[in-house]
């Protein structure tokens, strides 16, 4: 464009460096060019995170590669996960593993009174839920799970949602399940669930109208401003957010996704999130449960 | 504070004369940093571990002072070149005076 006045062009190229940014990787950008910006150096790298994964268990699977949360995050946020020592998320263990042989309730008991050890009776049965559960005619996430045996087998009060204790006690039991693949059922009476899960990952929401798909599906492995998405996967949760410093519980992280595209969110424990939290697990099956991950 | 763990390992526990030690540390605290307000829009006051010591056989040779910029469940790692066998204690001292406390032993042959 020869005749194009300088203002413009240079116009041109800004807005080309906009368009291009989220795959910006090459040297040559407009915005490498400009040296008169301290950021115009940064050499930091994106997360490589194809060929991590495991390819999918289902046909309907919308992914040609399954991939964890892990990939998505820096070298040094995967080393803090991978070192037990160093992952902040093994305070909570330690503190569900207290709170399991800890007698609490008008019963007596404990978690011990009945199962006894964790690691052999709690091993790999926290990557089965969400799962159906006949009495209540619902299915139920292990929280839910974790407040049904307080109230009735332990006769002591359910604890509070994103409380310390239910949190701590969901990752401790997750934890014994980890390195095992995510195996969440969703046929026969799930199968509505599931449905209503799904229908919910595609529904568009808030003033920003944007899906769960929208990012996690569509646009995954790519900037949205500066968070790298991710494909949204649950095989970490709880998981410790280096943002919050604490065990963040998968319906806490929904809802800020919901309030980040300006939605109401649903509620925490509420059927939409169980319903979505059943598909999102479908959507990672055969993924090692990680708990506690690290996660930004 | 009393039931507070906290998580300390050392590479290795038994080292020969002028041999180093890697120890790493962990500890559960908020850190409240007393820059948050609550939801009655009241200063939450600030709460946070300000010093951590280490010493071996009453002889203090590390500490740090902290600051309420530290995060959560502060995290140490540091190298020591210990000149005689004993009882490493680890310190973390709260802004209202408790004490978290582990010991360690190590020997140095």
């Not at chain 1, 604890?159 to 969703?186: C, D």
């Amino acid at each position: 464009m020869p005749s194009v006045p300088y203002p413009l062009a240079f116009a041109a190229v800004a807005i080309l460096a906009l368009a291009v940014s989220p795959h910006a990787q090459d040297t040559s950008s407009p915005r490498a060019q400009d040296t008169s910006s301290p950021r115009a150096q940064d050499t930091s790298e994106r997360p490589a995170w194809q060929e991590h994964g495991i390819k999918p268990q289902s046909p309907d699977s919308p992914f040609g590669e399954v991939v964890s949360g892990l990939y998505f995050r820096s070298k040094e946020t995967q080393a803090m996960q991978a070192d037990d020592f160093n992952n902040p998320g093994f305070l909570a263990v330690e503190q569900g593993e207290d709170l399991w042989s800890k007698v609490d309730g008008a019963a007596g008991k404990s978690c011990a009174s009945c199962h006894n050890e964790a690691a052999t009776a709690m091993k790999g049965v926290a990557a089965a839920y969400p799962k159906w559960n006949g009495k209540l005619g619902k299915p139920v996430n292990l929280e839910q799970r974790i407040n049904i045996c307080r109230s009735g087998a332990l006769k002591a009060e359910p604890w509070a949602f994103g409380s310390p204790e239910l949190t701590a006690m969901t990752t401790y039991i997750r934890n014994q399940s980890r390195g095992m693949p995510v195996a969440v059922k969703v046929d026969g009476p799930m199968t509505p669930w599931f449905d209503r899960g799904k229908a919910l990952y595609y529904q568009r929401n808030g003033q920003l109208d944007l899906a769960c798909a929208s990012c996690h599906e569509k646009n995954h492995g790519k900037y949205l401003r500066a968070d790298f998405l991710s494909q949204g996967q649950s095989n970490g949760f709880p998981v410790y957010r280096l943002r919050d410093q604490r065990l963040v519980p998968l319906h806490e992280r929904m809802e800020g996704c919901m309030q980040d595209v300006r939605a109401t969110p649903y509620k925490p424990l509420s059927d939409e999130f169980l319903a979505l939290e059943t598909y999102v697990a479908w959507r990672g099956l055969g993924l090692p449960v990680e708990t506690p991950a690290v996660r930004n | 504070m009393a039931d507070v763990k906290p998580r300390i390992k050392l590479d290795k526990k038994d080292v020969a004369q002028g041999g180093v030690i890697e120890v790493k540390t962990l500890v559960s605290h908020t850190m409240e940093s007393g820059q948050r307000k609550d939801k009655d829009g009241k200063t939450i006051p600030r709460k946070i571990l300000n010093t951590f010591i280490c010493d071996l056989n009453g002889k203090t040779i590390f500490s740090a002072d902290l600051e309420s910029a530290v995060s959560a469940n502060p995290y140490f790692q540091f190298k020591l070149k210990p000149e005689e066998s004993g009882t490493l204690t680890f310190t973390w001292i709260d802004d209202d005076g408790s004490k978290i406390q582990a010991t360690e032993q190590i020997k140095v042959s």
